[in-house]
T-cell receptor, first 115, second 114 residues
Framework: NAGVIQTPRHKVTGKGQEATLWCEPISGHSAVFWYRQTIVQGLEFLTYFRNQAPIDDSGMPKERFSAQMPNQSHSTLKIQSTQPQDSAVYLC?????????????FGPGTRLTVL | QQKVQQSPESLSVPEGGMASFNCTSSDRNFQYFWWYRQHSGEGPKALMSIFSDGDKKEGRFTAHLNKASLHVSLHIRDSQPSDSALYFCAASELPGTGSNRLTFGKGTKFSLIP
């Protein structure tokens, strides 16, 4: 079991460019989550898929962020027109099933730096 | 207002000592609590969960939950060098509220005193 895989591990973009982050959840897991981690804000929830369907995107900045899960083996987080304040570690997690008692397994994260 | 508050911000104990971490929620919808640990350069990893009042022990780790006060704590006995990490308290809402997102505290930076 390779765990949750995130690519790339590091990404540097210029202000205004687009960034696409990839996540491969653990095989057989039906729930996928995206979080963002910064020194100032800590770990923040962004969005959540259940069986590939978007369930909760209440944490997503509305204008430039979007997430998709086209199949059960990967999810993408896209940031358009990146800004310096988007610099963070973006973490993907998956869980076997949905429900608060199911452990969320986190990937190593993608460190996004916007210059 | 931060819905999940952790203390202390940082903690150092000698090797072999006892470490204690505290967490309080201000939202009564949060009834399911997790402790996560994050080593540098890695994603958070779950240490243990606690959903019922009282103590839960797993090896060197003991969690305690008081639902009335929404206070949860984590205690590590016989601290080891591998325990040096960021420790997060995370809360999840009651089933049926529509989301299984975790709400994290700001974390406690834990290290061993050489």
């Amino acid at each position: 079991n390779a765990g949750v895989i995130q690519t790339p591990r590091h990404k540097v973009t210029g202000k205004g460019q687009e960034a696409t982050l990839w996540c491969e959840p653990i095989s057989g897991h039906s729930a996928v989550f995206w979080y963002r981690q910064t020194i100032v804000q800590g770990l923040e929830f962004l969005t959540y898929f259940r069986n590939q369907a978007p369930i909760d995107d209440s944490g997503m900045p509305k204008e430039r962020f979007s997430a998709q899960m086209p199949n059960q083996s990967h999810s993408t987080l896209k940031i358009q027109s990146t800004q310096p304040q988007d610099s963070a570690v973006y973490l993907c997690a998956s869980s076997l099933n949905w429900g608060p008692s199911y452990e969320q397994y986190f990937g190593p994260g993608t460190r996004l730096t916007v210059l | 207002q931060q819905k999940v508050q952790q203390s202390p911000e940082s903690l150092s104990v000698p090797e072999g000592g006892m470490a204690s971490f505290n967490c309080t929620s201000s939202d009564r919808n949060f009834q399911y609590f997790w402790w996560y640990r994050q080593h540098s350069g890695e994603g958070p990893k779950a240490l243990m969960s606690i959903f019922s009042d009282g103590d839960k022990k797993e090896g060197r780790f003991t969690a305690h939950l008081n639902k009335a006060s929404l206070h949860v704590s984590l205690h590590i006995r016989d601290s080891q060098p591998s325990d040096s990490a960021l420790y997060f308290c995370a809360a999840s809402e009651l089933p049926g509220t529509g989301s299984n997102r975790l709400t994290f505290g700001k974390g406690t930076k834990f290290s061993l005193i050489p």
